[in-house]
């Protein structure tokens, strides 16, 4: 089936730093990738739809300076959090559909940011 | 734009037992109905989906109902085993908009 992988799983850094988190579909081909963030005990919150060579569409309320996302490739989006904060600490989780078609999300295996 | 409500929070019962997880959605365009198991700091796997042209769709233990008047769907899972235990999430989706909706979780106990 389909894989999408998603690095690195766990990262710890100092506040005010950027971290960069990279989704990559391995045997397809993604024109769309989609960015959750799940806190603690709770339900994965759509951040951004990632088109590849064009601009991320963002929901409301997501900071689009602050979640930087690139989709350069059919294979590879990644999202940055920049000058990250202790209130940016979640799992980030990204999923892809394959560009043929069909109506199935294929979710990376997440990332857990903790911003000391 | 859609919103899914999903209950109970928490389901806990015992080995053998039925559990059943409801949902409903507000969007009447959406089509595309899946089922998602998450454990721990894992990825959610999808368990099975059910598509708008159709009332029911059983895998083994699992099944899914969907009303599209009322707009809404349940889990159904037979035999419960402890292994079932996890976080169950349903999710909507109008497959023109691409966008997939998640509802709350429902925490899933299974005591032997």
């Given amino acids: ?51 590849e060579g064009s601009k991320a569409t963002y929901e409301q309320g997501v900071e689009k300076d602050k979640f930087l996302i690139n989709h350069a490739s059919l294979t590879l989006s990644t999202l940055t959090v920049t000058s990250a904060h202790p209130e940016d600490s979640s799992f980030y989780i990204c999923s892809a559909r394959d560009h043929r078609g069909g109506e199935k999300l294929f979710f990376g295996s997440g990332t857990q940011l903790s911003v000391l | 734009g859609e919103n899914v409500e999903q209950h109970p929070s928490t389901l806990s019962v015992q080995e053998g037992d039925s559990a059943v997880i409801k949902c409903t959605y507000s969007d009447s365009a959406s089509n595309y109905f899946p089922w998602y198991k998450q454990e721990l700091g894992k990825r959610p796997q999808l368990i099975i989906d059910i598509r708008s042209n159709v009332g029911e769709k059983k895998d083994q233990r699992i099944a899914v109902t969907l009303n599209k008047t009322a707009k809404h769907f349940s889990l159904h899972i037979t035999e419960t085993q402890p292994e079932d235990s996890a976080v169950y999430f349903c999710a909507a989706i109008n497959t023109g908009f691409q966008k997939l909706v998640f509802g709350t979780g429902t925490r899933l106990l299974v005591s032997p």
């Fill in chain 1, 1 to 51: 089936g389909a894989v999408v992988s998603q690095h690195p799983s766990r990262v710890i850094c100092k506040s005010g730093t950027s971290v960069k988190i990279e989704c990559r579909s391995l045997d397809f081909q993604a024109t769309t990738m989609f960015w959750y963030r799940q806190f603690p005990k709770k339900s994965l919150m759509l951040m951004a739809t990632s088109n």
